[in-house]
């Protein structure tokens, strides 16, 4: 079975420049989040989808910060315009259920450096 | 609201050592909790979990009990191997929210 797949796996950008990060979940998986990892700190919850919906996106940045899920597979989350302290790595997961036990499936992630 | 607290490290071990990892959380009803863990070089990925209280959750030879009294879930294991070496994350799950703690990393040697 593929894992949870995102590209790019580097990224290096000015501040104010924008950047887009692509996910594609396991096949069937229903629910997919967005993390953010600032180095030396444990992932923070951005945006999770449950097929095309939004469940829970209170973490986001919404003045810079959009993610999209059209057809409920894989997703896309834009960083526009970008600052110093979104230097991080990007996780994206994907769950089956989504549910209240359901274990999350990390891809291995995009690190931005925001220069 | 949800938060995790958990051990800072890093915490070096010789090989066959006790290992506890300890963390506790704050959650308003009933979350999930979990142990994942990231290896060097790959991605998160979970390696153990617990659904209510006093469930105990198991892998590999790590154990957490989910302690509700004491609001805990620690992770331990009797004898460390140098492939443990690793970065641990304790997490809860409650309400559509998904909480880290900040990691532990573990260092074993021979």
């Known amino acids: 079975e593929a894992g949870v797949a995102q590209s790019p796996r580097y990224k290096i950008i000015e501040k104010r420049q924008s950047v887009a990060f692509w996910c594609n979940p396991i096949?069937?998986?229903?629910?997919l989040y967005w993390y953010q990892q600032i180095l030396g700190q444990g992932p923070k919850l951005l945006i999770q989808?449950?097929?095309?919906?939004?469940?829970?996106d209170s973490q986001l940045p919404k003045d810079r910060f959009s993610a999209e899920r059209l057809k409920g597979v894989d997703s896309t989350l834009k960083i526009q315009p970008a600052k110093l302290e979104d230097s991080a790595v990007y996780l994206c997961a994907s769950s089956l259920d989504g549910g209240l036990a359901g274990e999350q499936f990390f891809g291995p992630g995009t690190r931005l450096t925001v220069l | 609201g949800n938060s995790v607290t958990q051990m800072e490290g890093p915490v070096t071990l010789s090989e066959e050592a006790f290992l506890t990892i300890n963390c506790t959380y704050t959650a308003t009803g009933y979350p999930s909790l979990f142990w994942y863990v990231q290896y060097p070089g790959e991605g998160l990925q979970l390696l153990l979990k617990a659904t209510k209280a006093d469930d105990k959750g198991s892998n590999k030879g790590f154990e957490a009990t989910y302690r509700k009294e004491t609001t805990s879930f620690h992770l331990e294991k009797g004898s460390v191997q140098v492939s443990d070496s690793a970065v641990y994350f304790c997490a809860l799950y409650n309400n559509n929210d998904m909480r880290f703690g900040a990691g532990t990393r573990l260092t074993v040697k021979p």
């Open positions: 096949s069937g998986h229903a629910t």
């Open positions: 989808f449950q097929n095309n919906g939004v469940v829970d």
